[in-house]
Structures are given as C-alpha cells and as structure tokens.
C-alpha cells in the first residue's frame, strides 16, 4: 500500500521506429534499479497519425498534464503533410523553456577522455520564434529574407537561474555564459547583462565567466576540460549542445531534457532510427540516461547514480555494448548486463 502511493506518475510514450524496442529495455532497468514510476503508457507519432491523424494526441497530451513528468523515445516528424515537428510543439504547449544537455565520456580511449559537460540552453526565445518573411524586388517574391530575434529580460533571467539552481544542486563549480553580445548587441547583450545580474546572486557558490560564442566554439575542441556548464541562447546552445555530443562520440549516447514551469520531458537525442528498426539491436543507453535525468529531476540521484555506475560496469568491465559501440549485444542483452551489475 505504501510502496503504491509513493509511486510517481509519469507518462511514458514509446514512440516510432526503435523506440518501443528501446523504452521496453529502459523499463526493464528502470524496475530493476527500483524507480518508483507509475506509468501512463500513451501512443504518439506515426501509429497514432495513423489512427487519430495527430501525432501528439489529445489523451497524450492529456496525460503529461496531469502527469507532468514524460520519457518519450524518438517520433517520426512525417516530412510535408503539414505536420509541425512534434518537439516544438511540445515545447511550446508546456512552456518547456530549459533544454538540459548533458556530455559525459562513458568508452575511455575516444578522441576525449573524461569529458563531462552540461549545456542549457534557452527553449522557447531568440532567432527560434519563427518570425520570418520575404521582401519581394524587382519581380523576384523572395528576393530578401528577413527574421527577427526575440530574447526577453525575464527570459534570459529565467534561464540564467535555472542554470546556476542546477548547479548549486548538481554539485557543478562555473557556469559560463555564452553570448555574441559583440556583434548582436541588443539581442544577445540583454541575454548576457540578465545572467551576469544572476551570476552575480551566486558568488561564492559557483564560479562564472563568460565567452563569446565562436571563441568557445574553438575552445570545445581545443580545451574542453576547462568548462563545466555553458548557458546560452537558443541557436548557439542548438549547435554548441551538438558540438558536445561530438566530443562523446556522437548523439547516439547523448540524453536531453525539456523542462518547463508546468512539465519536464526527457528524452534520447537521437530519432527513430528507421534503418534498424525492429531488428533488436538499438542502443538504449540515450533513453536510460534521460531516465536517469528524470530520476535526478524527481529527487532520486540515489537510484540514478547506481544506474549510471552500473552502465559504466557493463560498458567499460563487462565489455558488453551494442553494434553502434563496436560490440555484438543485443538492446535485451545490453539491458540483462546492466541488471546483472545492479544486483
Ligand atoms: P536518427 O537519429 O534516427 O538516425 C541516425 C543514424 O544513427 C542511423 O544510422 C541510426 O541507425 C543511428 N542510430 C540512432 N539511434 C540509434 C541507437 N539508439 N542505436 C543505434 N543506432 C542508432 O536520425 P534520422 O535518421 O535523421 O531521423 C529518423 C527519424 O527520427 C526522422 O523522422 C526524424 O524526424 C526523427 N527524429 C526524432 C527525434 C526525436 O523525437 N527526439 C530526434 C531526431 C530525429
């Protein structure tokens, strides 16, 4: 009785391609760890365009609002159609308007070893809003195009905050603030005057400096031991989180989360991977790792911090990895040598 009412609901949604093979192994860890999620399975993407022709679905929506807390594996954005890509809409239906992008080395002996890096970009503000158009000249209709950015006070303040509250719990020391505030200097510099004011709350919690977005472009590559945590504005922290996941072996590893004042969704970075859908073989270990954000997210980086130790026991002493990884595991097999290492 007690174990059931300390559970948490949370909605969960399989999604398309390899997704439902992914979130079952994920699931399966996830009960073995002792994550006390009390799911919501709801269907989205393709399956559900097919049935109800929308790939967020009402009770899917529904469920995150009651909920407030989802996994999603990867949908399938059908290209044309008219479909938005779901992952806008979402984000802007929960106001998901942190987007939290940890980098950690997990295979030692890549190009960078022991990397661990968090990005957190800004969700829902800058060049992202969408307001664009053309300039007809000459007989030509789209002979000029123009769009405008739009960063806001409270929302370059919200974000810096939530950048340095994440710090402060995470145990992170600095917090560099990235900006192009040389050049775009109302744009990015209300962006940066904001979260140097916030820097300013946190002194002698946590370091900050700042850097302008190229220079730190080139530092990732040359340095990137000397960053902890970047917060910036939407389009540089798109690119710079992408960046990041390079110096750890791509997206195929890399976990997001879109959090909001109403809502925060965890999810793989990667897609549906079409190419080896149902054949077994996907990696899980995005999606667990997104798991284990939400476990951080719901105040349990008890049962996080076992998992993560667990797939760094499996990966680097079991030597059990999928075919991505240079191994010959299956996702149910790669799932069975984490449980073993959790027990
Ligand atoms: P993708 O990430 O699905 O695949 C790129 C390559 O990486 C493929 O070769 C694939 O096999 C491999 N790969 C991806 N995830 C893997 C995993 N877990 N294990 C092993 N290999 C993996 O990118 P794509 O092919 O450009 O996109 C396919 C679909 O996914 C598109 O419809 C796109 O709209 C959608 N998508 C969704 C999301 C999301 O929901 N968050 C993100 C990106 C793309």
């Avoid at 899917?60 to 992952?87: D, M, Y």
């Avoid at 303040?157 to 340095?164: N, P, T």
């Avoid at 999928?322 to 027990?343: H, N, S």
Wanted: glycine share 12%.
């Amino acid at each position: 009785m007690t174990a059931i009412a300390s559970l948490i609901p949370a909605t969960l949604i399989p999604g398309d391609g390899i997704g439902p093979e992914i979130t079952d192994a994920v699931v399966r860890i996830l009960d073995a760890a002792g994550a006390p999620f009390a799911w919501d399975v709801q269907e989205g993407g393709m399956a559900a365009i097919g049935k109800v022709g929308d790939p967020l679905p009402a009770p899917l929506l529904e469920s995150i609002r009651r909920t407030r807390l989802a996994l999603k594996g990867p949908l399938t954005t059908p290209v044309g159609g008219g479909f938005r890509s779901v992952n806008v809409r979402l984000r802007e239906e929960f106001k998901l308007y942190a987007n939290v992008r940890p980098a950690r080395t997990l295979i030692p002996g890549g190009r960078y070893d022991d990397i661990d890096l968090v990005l957190i970009r800004e969700n829902l503000e800058g060049l992202y809003v969408g307001f664009e158009h053309y300039i007809p000249i000459d007989g030509d209709p789209q002979a000029a195009a123009i769009s405008s950015g739009v960063n806001t006070r409270a929302g370059s303040r919200r974000i810096a905050e939530f950048a340095f509250d994440y710090a402060v719990k995470n145990g992170r020391k600095k917090v560099t603030i990235v900006h192009k505030a040389n050049v775009l200097k109302a744009l990015t510099g209300i962006f940066l005057d904001a979260a140097k004011d916030v820097a300013k709350r946190y002194e002698g919690k946590v370091a900050a400096d700042e850097r302008i977005v190229d220079a730190c472009a080139m530092q990732l590559v040359l340095n990137p031991w000397q960053f902890d945590m970047i917060v910036t504005t939407n389009l540089f922290g798109d690119i710079l989180s992408d960046e990041i996941a390079g110096l750890v072996g791509g997206l195929g590893m890399a976990p997001g989360a879109n959090i909001g004042e109403s809502a925060a969704i965890f999810e793989a970075v990667h897609g549906s991977a079409p190419d080896i859908a149902g054949k077994g073989i996907a990696n899980p270990l995005a999606l667990l790792l997104a798991g284990c954000m939400m476990l951080d997210h719901v105040g349990r980086n008890d049962i996080a911090g076992r998992i993560r130790k667990a797939v760094d026991l499996t990966l680097c002493e079991d030597l059990v990895r999928t075919g991505d990884l240079g191994g010959k595991a299956t996702t149910g097999e790669l799932a069975d040598a984490i449980i073993r290492r959790l027990r």
